[in-house]
C-alpha cells in the first residue's frame, strides 16, 4: 500500500521519493531517524526492507529470477547475500522434514497392510510374488521399484 501511494501520479522513470512540489528528495536520513524513534524501531534502516522483500518473495514461492528482477539485483551472489536464512527458516525446514518422514512411515505401514492382505490371498504358495517382495524390501516401502517383474 505504501508503494502504491508513493508512486500515484508517477511515471516509471520518475522518483519515487518526491516532495508535494515534484522536487526530488536527495536525503530522508534525519525524517528517517525521527520516524523510527517514533514507530519505536530505532535504528531500523531504510535499506532492510530491500532484506525483507527478496526474504518474503522467496518465501510466498516467487522464482528467484523474478524476485532478483524485482529486488534490482543484477547477479545471483549480490541477491543470495539478501537471501538470508532465520532461525525460522531452519524450524520450517525440521518441520518439513519430520512431516515427509512420517508421512513415509504411513505409507511403508500402508505398503506392509497391502502385503499382508495379499500374502492371505495366497495361501498355496505361503510366500509373496517377486513384485511385492521389491516393494517392501528394496525400495522402504515407497513402492518406488514396485516395476520389477514377477
Excluded: C
Aim: charge should be positive; proline fraction near 3%; aromatic fraction near 6%.
Amino acid at each position: 500500500m505504501l508503494l502504491t501511494e508513493l508512486r500515484r501520479g508517477k511515471q516509471p522513470e520518475d522518483y519515487l521519493f518526491t516532495r508535494e512540489n515534484g522536487e526530488v528528495v536527495k536525503d530522508f536520513r534525519g525524517a528517517w531517524d525521527a520516524l523510527t524513534e517514533a514507530a519505536g524501531v530505532p535504528g531500523l534502516l531504510f535499506h532492510d526492507f530491500r532484506h525483507s522483500s527478496v526474504r518474503n518473495m522467496i518465501r510466498r514461492g516467487v522464482p528467484q529470477k523474478t524476485a532478483r528482477t524485482v529486488s534490482g539485483h543484477k547477479t545471483d551472489s549480490v541477491f543470495e547475500r539478501y537471501n538470508i536464512v532465520s532461525e525460522d527458516d531452519i524450524r520450517d525446514a525440521a518441520r518439513r522434514i519430520e512431516e515427509g518422514a512420517q508421512g513415509r512411515s504411513r505409507e511403508r505401514n500402508s505398503h506392509l497392510h497391502q502385503i499382508r492382505a495379499m500374502k492371505e490371498l495366497h495361501p498355496k504358495t505361503g510366500s509373496l510374488h517377486n513384485q511385492e517382495v521389491a516393494v517392501l524390501s528394496r525400495s522402504g516401502g515407497t513402492g518406488r521399484r514396485s516395476r520389477l517383474k514377477n
